[in-house]
């Protein structure tokens, strides 16, 4: 069982979400890094979509009942046990009666760490996932954001846990940094817009606003204006999807968004491009870049090939890891 | 008949069938055929399909199925005609209390379109209205298409939270809010039924093609 003691902004339990909902009009949601996600999951014996922790931006705590391994992925917020930082994308021990505190992000990029423990996070699932729907109100635990003092049971670890000490090579990692380019292919409705829309929009730094949450990131910096009336019917959208509201703002759809929208779309972000978003906060810079499909195709088989990589524990790293272990 | 469907990636894991056309009832009519077709025959790699008013969006693995490979089933089966005819579907009743507390704008769609409060629910009723499409909010079917006696645009400014159960029409369409929710139709009426719940099976009370006749509630 893991306590949380200080949940920070936001901490959720997130699994791959439920893609197959989406007919009922359910947000496919999940975790917004599925990379992470299933790294985390793969270092410590888990399958790739079991239930994990979603840590935004830092200030969470939890305190494990019973010894459990552990890995952390995602963006670097501190994460620390006894006053001394914890490996991150490393297998680790974690000791009956441990806490792991997330302090908050130091360096120049990060917004969410994931934190998979090996038997997973056993909720109920709901839909066919544990995922955490915050606006439906279902899913995760009591279908909300965890608060201190909530108690997160854990699955079963079938057989001996052989992935103490497993390290994910950060060649292996998607291009995480400050100011991504997230590739992107044109949208349905560019002819809403100037003809070279995407050209001018490749020369801008953006911003992701305030107004931003796990449905949509509303960005500054770029005012798409219409270049004739464009009223669309209703139309399905998915994560990655950057649709431009009449205001010529655009919002970049995330994990959490609605199934269907009615604003032209410009672009949509590729798959394997979105674990860049996901460490985005609000205040933090992104450029979009124009890709082509092929170029989408080879993202997402070298994508598939990472996350699909053989494990192994390097002596370093397994020291490393039973460092501070009890 | 059938219509012309252009076909754009959105990513690389999404294909979006647009019909070019302005006849929605036409082009949805294709869309649900179609994604009727897919769930009873799917593609390996498939993972949602999702029918709209006017397109049709598949979301799939591109490393199993290619998206030239999923564009030429869509071409076949949007080019296919349609045998179910507007009659076909499941037909579900929904009683609708109109007017009052539970459909505010009643008197107000009456006014602008020209009608009595009367009226406008005799339009509402007269003929079961299909669900085009399940979209929005969890649950929320998008209805039509209404008599163009009932067409007016969405309200000039939309409510912060529409209670759950509202019967609402807007832009020749009618809609159910599931839960309480930001909204921006007319609200004429509201049910007690409950369009989602996501512990039931199925969890959305309606599905696409589905066929909604709704009933004035003459109880006091």
New interface residues.
């Given amino acids: 069982m893991i306590t949380v003691l200080a949940a920070g902004p936001l901490l959720t339990v997130q699994d791959l979400g439920r893609?197959?909902?989406?007919?009922?009009?359910?947000p496919?949601g999940g975790a917004i890094d599925r990379f992470a996600l299933a790294a985390a999951n793969r270092l410590v014996g888990n399958p790739p979509g079991a239930a994990a922790l979603e840590i935004t931006a830092g200030g969470a705590e939890l305190a494990f009942a019973g010894a459990a391994i552990i890995a952390i992925t995602g963006g670097d917020l501190g994460a620390g046990r006894a006053g001394r930082p914890v490996p991150c994308w490393t297998a680790i021990h974690v000791g009956r009666g441990e806490h792991i505190v997330f302090a908050g992000r130091s360096g120049p990029w990060g917004a969410r760490a994931y934190l998979a423990v090996a038997g997973g996070i056993a909720v109920p699932p709901?839909?066919g996932s544990r995922a955490t729907?915050l606006?439906?109100g279902?899913?995760g635990l009591a279908g909300r954001a965890l608060r201190p003092g909530d108690h997160l049971p854990v699955g079963a670890v079938p057989g001996a846990t052989l992935s103490l000490g497993r390290h994910w090579p950060a060649a292996l990692r998607p291009a995480y940094g400050p100011t991504p380019c997230l590739r992107v292919?044109?949208?349905?409705h560019g002819a809403c817009f100037a003809p070279d829309v995407l050209a001018a929009l490749s020369a801008l730094t953006l911003q992701v606003s305030a107004t931003s949450n796990r449905m949509g990131y509303r960005l500054t910096g770029a005012q798409l204006a219409y270049t004739r009336p464009c009223s669309l019917?209703?139309?399905?959208?998915?994560p990655?999807?950057i649709q431009v509201p009449p205001d010529g703002a655009p919002i970049l759809l995330m994990a959490d968004a609605?199934?269907?929208g009615g604003y032209p779309?410009v672009a949509?972000?590729?798959?394997?491009d979105l674990p860049l978003a996901a460490q985005l906060l609000p205040g933090d810079s992104l450029r979009l870049v124009p890709t082509t499909?092929e170029v989408?195709?080879a993202?997402?088989?070298a994508e598939?090939l990472a996350l699909a990589h053989p494990l192994d524990a390097d002596e370093g790293d397994l020291l490393a890891a039973l460092a501070g272990g009890n | 008949m059938s219509c012309s469907w252009s076909f754009t990636p959105l990513g690389e894991a999404a294909l979006l069938a647009e019909a070019d056309t302005d006849d929605h009832v036409a082009a949805n009519r294709a869309a649900l055929a179609a994604a009727a077709a897919l769930a009873a025959d799917p593609m390996p790699g498939l993972s949602a399909v999702v029918p709209a008013i006017a397109s049709l969006l598949v979301c799939f693995d591109p490393l199993v199925r290619s998206h030239a490979a999923v564009a030429a089933r869509l071409r076949v089966l949007l080019a296919a005609p349609s045998l179910d005819g507007p009659s076909a579907g499941r037909v579900v009743r929904i009683t609708v209390r109109y007017g009052g507390e539970d459909g505010p704008d009643l008197e107000e769609v009456a006014a602008t379109l020209g009608m009595t409060p009367f009226d406008v629910v005799a339009a509402h009723t007269a003929q079961p209205l299909r669900v085009m499409m399940i979209g929005f909010a969890p649950g929320f079917p998008y209805l039509g298409p209404l008599p163009p006696s009932l067409h007016l645009p969405r309200r000039a400014t939309p409510r912060a939270a529409v209670p759950p159960g509202s019967v609402a029409i807007a832009a020749g369409l009618s809609g159910i809010y599931p839960a309480q929710l930001p909204g921006g139709w007319h609200l004429i009426g509201r049910t007690a039924l409950r369009l989602f719940d996501p512990y039931a099976e199925p969890p959305a009370l309606l599905a696409p093609g589905d066929l909604v006749q709704f009933v004035a509630d003459r109880s006091p």
């Fill in positions: 893609p197959d909902a989406r007919r009922y009009g359910v496919a709901v839909l729907d606006a439906g279902f899913g292919l044109p949208g349905p019917a209703s139309l399905g959208v998915v990655g999807v609605q199934t269907t779309v949509t972000v590729i798959g394997p499909l989408a195709l993202a997402r088989r598939a």
